[in-house]
């Protein structure tokens, strides 16, 4: 490589990681966590810490098998170094996500070009989905990347007839696979597969290195497999049967329930304002790749990629918006490509029909925002009635910016409107986030941190708040019929820790409602965290007690009155 391309290279990695460290980091740690999500996996991540146990996750003392491990292990890392903090607890989605747009990037510069390479990246970070993904500590994201960058590593490899791109393509799926399971080779495999197919290319895949890739794939999943099934002798069963098969069949009562066209419109808010490019540049990709194939065959690798996700999570009944986050690489990079090959067009119909289309939804929802302001019947904060408006005034200014852009011609002026209007956004929402937080016990576990004493018991009453083990750093009992025979269908909390109790029966946090009440009358002190739709059957039971404090609908009483 030339020494001036290795300094294009590493001028444009290094100004863009900049920017989406800043961008990406920035706010941060300024709200609560959101439960039962960023409650659930942190509190899982802070459990492996304190009891130095990293092969089985534990929620609240129950071993959850329902995902695998390397997420968890990440988290830990991030805990140890910096402790329970928000800013530390949702690192590592951060730095994932900026690994996801730098990664992007490389990509789209050794398929494409420089300038599809920045565009796509930029496209990418400043997608509403990706962003707030990257803010919120769970697996998706996490998964996404991972499958993302085996796929672009497999291309790339592939096209470039490069072993060290190939089996660091098995890498990032065996990575995947420690994630979320079996998707990290399903995938992979699908998509380059129908892709080989395709294209006419299946002489091509000799070249994939599938012995030896499968060797490393395993020598990386397999210890952690092993081991956690020797300590739970009925995880593979659980995991692979009931979790994937059974799950994605529907054959079980999982929640999330959703019409098949649900990531359609997901898609289309999920990747705005870039929403207004995709259908000129899925019909544009579609045309070259019928027109000239083999010219073309790493756009079909693109779409095929898009497709076959969009289509594979479409399928089943349960539905979980951030499932499909993996199909907005290939869309970034299609759009990308497609904006620079038009970037000097000054009477380019397709650019100016997005244009006209942003314009249009900028100004409708713009509008709608500051009208529902108005209404008496809209209960919102005023901290979150700042943020609305300075979203909706942030589309209003985009739309007149971009009727100037139109006169001017200039693509360049359009795109950077569209970018500056999704970062204005996504940090508004981000700075004000803890008002749009309602379900938060934080405050409640500070209150209670600084009154409880070391023989204190915690109990959750009917209702398990996944963020109070978490703030109050230690576990805590929870009240619920554990017999019920409805229990194993329900998914939900209940079902999640009773699931943990078949692999651990010793499990003695887990209580009925009779143990509680004979605690609560114990000459202990007795904390209960409760929903305040509880309060009259709790009242009915004892109509003494001593509130502690109420954020929202949580209520915090004791048995005892406070010191």
């Known amino acids: 490589m030339p020494p001036n391309i290795q300094r294009d290279w590493f001028t444009d990695i290094f100004f863009l990681s900049s920017l989406l460290f800043v961008f990406y980091l920035i706010w941060l740690g300024s709200f609560p966590l959101f439960t039962p999500d960023e409650g659930r996996y942190t509190e899982i991540a802070r459990e492996m ?10 929620m ?55 300038k599809s390479a920045l565009l796509s990246a930029l496209i990418l970070a400043t997608t509403p989905l990706y962003f707030g993904a990257a803010h919120y500590t769970n697996l998706d994201l996490a ?33 995947a696979f420690l994630t979320k399971g079996m998707i990290g080779i399903v995938f992979p495999a699908g998509i380059t597969g129908l892709w080989l197919i395709f294209s006419w290319q299946l002489h091509r895949i000799k070249q994939l290195k599938i012995p ?52 359609a419109p997901v898609i289309l808010i999920g990747f705005f304002p870039w929403t207004i490019f995709i259908f000129q540049t899925l019909l544009q990709t579609f045309r070259d790749i019928i027109s000239a194939p083999k010219i073309h065959s790493t756009k079909l690798f693109l779409f095929i990629w898009f497709a076959f996700v969009f289509i594979f999570f479409s399928l089943p009944t349960s539905k979980i918006v951030g499932y499909i986050l993996p199909v907005f690489p290939p869309l970034a990079l299609l759009t990308g490509n497609f904006l620079a090959k038009n970037w000097y067009s000054t009477r380019n119909k397709n650019i ?27 209960d919102i904060s005023n901290k979150m009635s700042v943020c609305i408006h300075i979203i909706a005034i942030t589309l209003l200014i985009s739309a007149i910016a971009s009727l100037f852009a139109l006169r001017q011609k200039t693509l360049f002026l359009f795109f950077s409107i569209c970018v500056a209007s999704s970062v204005i956004a996504a940090l508004t929402v981000t700075y ?25 018991q915690v109990i959750s009453y009917f209702k398990y708040y996944q963020d ?40 003695n946090w887990l209580i009925n409602e009779d143990t509680f009440w004979q605690q609560w009358h114990s000459n202990r002190r007795v904390f209960v965290f409760l929903n305040q739709n509880y309060l009259s059957q709790f009242k009915s039971h004892q109509p003494t007690y001593y509130i502690i404090g109420q954020e929202n609908d949580i209520i915090l009483l004791s048995n005892k009155p406070t010191i």
């Open 352 to 378: 100016f029909i997005a244009a006209i289309n942003f314009i249009i939804f900028s100004v409708i929802i713009g509008s709608l925002l500051l009208m529902l302001l108005h209404h008496d019947w809209l």
């Open 60 to 114: 609240n003392g129950a071993p959850f098998l329902d995902k695998p491990i390397l997420y968890y292990w990440l988290q830990s890392i991030s805990i140890r170094l910096f402790g329970i903090k928000e800013w530390a607890l949702r690192l590592i989605p951060a730095l994932l996500g900026i690994f996801g747009c730098v990664m992007t990037y490389m990509t789209g510069r050794l398929l494409f070009d420089r």
């Open 432 to 456: 004000y986030a803890a008002d749009l937080n309602q379900n938060s016990a934080k405050k409640l576990v500070l209150t209670l941190k600084s009154q409880m004493q070391p023989q204190d």
């Open 212 to 263: 030896t890739g499968l060797f490393l794939f395993a020598l990386v999943v397999t210890p952690w497999y092993a081991l956690v099934q020797r300590a739970n002798p009925d995880f593979l069963h659980y995991f692979f049967v009931t979790q994937h098969i059974t799950r994605f069949l529907s054959a079980g009562d999982f929640n999330n329930k959703s019409p098949i066209w649900f990531y």
């Open 143 to 175: 998964v996404a990347v991972f499958i993302s960058s085996s796929l672009l590593c497999l291309i790339t490899g592939i096209t470039r007839n490069n072993i060290y791109f190939l089996y660091t393509a098995y890498l990032f799926g065996a990575f």
């Open 468 to 507: 109070v083990p978490l703030y109050l750093e230690k576990q805590i009992k929870v009240v619920a019929d554990w017999n019920s025979p409805t229990i194993s269908v329900r998914d939900n909390w209940t079902r999640e820790l009773w699931l943990g109790k078949q692999f651990q029966p010793s499990t």
């Open 49 to 58: 810490v304190a009891s130095h146990d990293y092969i089985t996750p534990r």
